[in-house]
């Protein structure tokens, strides 16, 4: 019924930027939080930034001021402007979104697939 579908990842240098799209399609009435999570290879998904409905932001710690999160209300997509990129923030990005699908009377948490962002030179 609902879909996350995340864009944007791929290979970057040190010092470098990419930007984050994740799209939210299906029966959707509403959507609360949306989030960006990551998991890096041995470690627990982690996360680094979400925005609620009303566009207040949270960020990890590791990410505030090289990270920015924002969200376009009307296409269902949020998105990670991600600058100043370290070794460190290598890791499978993962979209997720607290929304509630038409026709449902409670809130649902979907996951997108990830996609991979690798900071290397």
């Known amino acids: 019924q609902v879909q996350l579908v995340e864009s944007g990842g791929g290979l970057v240098q040190p010092g470098g930027s990419l930007r984050l799209s994740c799209a939210a399609s299906?029966?959707?009435?509403?959507?609360?939080?949306m989030a960006w999570y990551r998991q890096a290879p041995g470690k627990q998904r982690e996360l680094v930034a979400d925005?609620?409905?009303?566009?207040?932001?949270n960020y990890a710690d590791s990410v505030k001021g090289r990270f920015t999160i924002s969200r376009d209300n009307a296409k269902n997509t949020v998105y990670l402007q991600m600058n100043s990129l370290k070794p460190d923030d290598t890791a499978v990005y993962y979209c997720?979104?607290?929304?509630?699908?038409?026709?449902?009377?409670?809130?649902?948490?979907?996951w997108g697939q990830g996609t991979q962002v690798t900071v290397s030179s």
């Open positions: 997720n979104a607290d929304l509630l699908v038409s026709g449902t009377f409670f809130a649902s948490n979907y």
């Open positions: 299906g029966k959707i009435f509403s959507i609360n939080t």
């Open positions: 925005i609620r409905s009303s566009g207040s932001t």
